[in-house]
């Protein structure tokens, strides 16, 4: 069970950061209507709502470093619980943005899982 869950954590992980950082417009596949984001304290319900703040963001490209990933099973059925932290390197900035994100994946009828929480948050400091 516990490789399971981990097992899935890391690729999720992958799959997102992938698709952030390459076709960021496909990350609304993820989310469903009652998917909620806190990104830097903005709270944002919705696939339309969280698909237009992420593609909104003022930078086209990045890419993410993940430095580490702590998967737990929920005690919704199924679920797992996702914290990431690591860092991202924005076009033309030297230095890189450290940061931490919380996902919370709820399985599908189909097999996959899709995001119903999602808290984001850089660390200053």
Do not use: W
Not at 45 to 70: A, M, R, W, Y
């Amino acid at each position: 069970m516990e490789e399971h869950v981990e097992m899935v954590g890391r690729a999720f992980v992958d799959h997102y950061y992938h698709l952030f950082d390459k076709d960021r417009a496909a990350l609304s596949s993820l989310y469903q209507q009652t998917s909620m984001l806190t990104f830097e304290g903005q709270k944002i319900v919705g696939v339309e709502e969280i698909s237009s703040k992420l593609n909104q963001l003022p930078f086209d490209q990045c890419q993410h470093e993940v430095s580490t990933i702590d998967s737990q099973p929920s005690s919704c059925t199924g679920g797992i619980m996702v914290f990431v932290s690591g860092s991202l390197q924005l076009p033309g900035e030297e230095h890189h943005l450290r940061f931490s994100q919380m996902f919370h994946l709820i399985p599908t009828p189909q097999g996959s899982f899709y995001v119903q929480n999602d808290i984001f948050r850089l660390n200053y400091g």
